[in-house]
T-cell receptor, first 114, second 113 residues
Framework: GENVEQHPSTLSVQEGDSAVIKCTYS??????FPWYKQELGKGPQLIID?????GEKKDQRIAVTLNKTAKHFSLHITETQPEDSAVYFC?????????????FGTGTLLAVQP | DTGVSQNPRHKITKRGQNVTFRCDPI?????LYWYRQTLGQGPEFLTY????????KSRLLSDRFSAERPKGSFSTLEIQRTEQGDSAMYLC???????????FGSGTQLSVL
């Protein structure tokens, strides 16, 4: 089955700096890679996703890159702000077929220092 | 459309008691999922429904767990004879169709004493 590893587990940056979180996956059939942001006491919120037919996707300060050959994908947050502080989860799945279960990484606690 | 709604937000129960959680998905979303999340971990898949049909169950879902989605609308997750190991955040999520974006509710935090 799919296994997703996520690094680092904690990340502290100064406001305005960039943050990068990396994930690797094991199932070559995975074709969907979403990123979720989770604040304390809340459910995960989808912030960006990418499918395997695309190498990079950007949405304002957030971007995701995918390397299918190496089976890894990354989240890039530029010009970080204190409100970006949260736990970020990557996930992977062979999405859209008979089985649709996202496998999540273990999360990265991002702290943006003002 | 107010998103995925879960009730209650918190539940404290004694070991051995039964508990039931409710999830109302985003209107007209066909797929409904249950996940469990323990402290410091990512969500783990439990089960999912396509309309009213339960299509897959994880090995994490022991015989004490049962989920239903009557009429393909809201869903309930029941845990019988709760154990301390059941303490976790139970998350519900929904999507329009297979292959579409998955949206989560705020979860039900279960504490078994």
């Amino acid at each position: 089955g799919e296994n997703v590893e996520q690094h680092p587990s904690t990340l502290s940056v100064q406001e305005g700096d960039s943050a990068v979180i990396k994930c690797t996956y094991s199932d070559s059939a995975s074709n969907y890679f979403p990123w979720y942001k989770q604040e304390l006491g809340k459910g995960p919120q989808l912030i960006i996703d990418i499918r395997s037919n695309v190498g990079e996707k950007k949405d304002q300060r957030i971007a995701v890159t995918l390397n299918k050959t190496a089976k890894h994908f990354s989240l890039h947050i530029t010009e970080t702000q204190p409100e970006d502080s949260a736990v970020y989860f990557c996930a992977a799945a062979p999405w859209g077929g008979a089985t649709n279960k996202l496998i999540f990484g273990t999360g990265t606690l991002l702290a943006v220092q003002p | 459309d107010t998103g995925v709604s879960q009730n209650p937000r918190h539940k404290i129960t004694k070991r051995g008691q039964n508990v039931t959680f409710r999830c109302d998905p985003i209107s007209e979303h066909n797929r409904l999922y249950w996940y469990r999340q323990t402290l410091g971990q990512g969500p783990e898949f439990l089960t999912y429904f396509q309309n009213e049909a339960q299509l897959e169950k994880s090995r994490l879902l022991s015989d004490r767990f049962s989920a239903e989605r009557p009429k393909g609308s809201f869903s309930t997750l029941e845990i019988q004879r709760t154990e301390q190991g059941d303490s976790a955040m139970y998350l519900c999520a929904s999507s329009w169709d297979p292959g579409e974006k998955l949206f989560f509710g705020s979860g039900t935090q279960l504490s078994v004493l």
